[in-house]
């Protein structure tokens, strides 16, 4: 079956109904576990990874990571994330933060909604940290609780996709 993508609210076939999460990791992630450990801490990307993905699973969602060390691949993957019909990203940009406009325009164009995760509090470190070049797109953002701050953002993503309509647009809470 083809399905016609109409702008974030595209429908989805049938075997497909089940929401689709991308974690994304910028460059240098994949040295998580030795690299700057008082910084990043000492949980590695496979354990990130694999805690990502059985939250997924247990919430019935399909959860996809994607680790890599260049700028075009990143933009890429954002890219076949339209295509793929991703329903919400994960992303850190990791020292692209501060530099990657190109990196940000994908995220702008393509519109899917995403939360910003740093591992550390990028505040509390050098002063060209603190300006983001995707915070102000960014549903949200986390920074500073370590990789507990991906399992945070992914909560997050799960419960905004569960509060969709069937059409895509999000349902009104009603206030208590």
């Not at 990791?25 to 910084?39: A, D, F, I, K």
């Not at 694999?50 to 993957?77: C, K, M, S, Y």
């Not at 692209?96 to 702008?108: E, K, Q, V």
């Not at 992914?154 to 996709?161: D, K, N, S, T, V």
């Amino acid at each position: 079956m083809t399905t016609k993508r109409t702008g974030r609210s595209a429908t989805k076939s049938a075997s497909s109904l089940r929401p689709h999460v991308l974690v994304m990791h910028g460059p240098n992630l994949n040295l998580l576990g030795s690299r700057e450990p008082r910084h990043y801490g000492l949980a590695t990307l496979d354990d990130i990874n694999r805690a990502l993905a059985g939250r997924g699973e247990t919430a019935g969602a399909h959860v996809e990571t994607f680790q890599h060390n260049h700028e075009g691949a990143l933009i890429d993957r954002v890219h076949q994330a339209a295509r793929d019909h991703v329903d919400f990203i994960v992303i850190n940009p990791a020292a692209y933060t501060h530099s990657s406009i190109a990196l940000r325009d994908a995220l702008a164009a393509t519109a899917i909604p995403f939360v910003e995760v740093h591992l550390s509090n990028i505040y509390a470190r050098e002063s060209f940290r603190h300006h983001s070049y995707f915070s102000d797109l960014a549903v949200g953002v986390v920074s500073g609780l370590g990789a507990h701050g991906y399992e945070l953002a992914l909560e997050y993503a799960l419960r905004h996709l569960q509060n969709r309509t069937p059409h895509g647009s999000q349902k009104t809470e009603k206030a208590h």
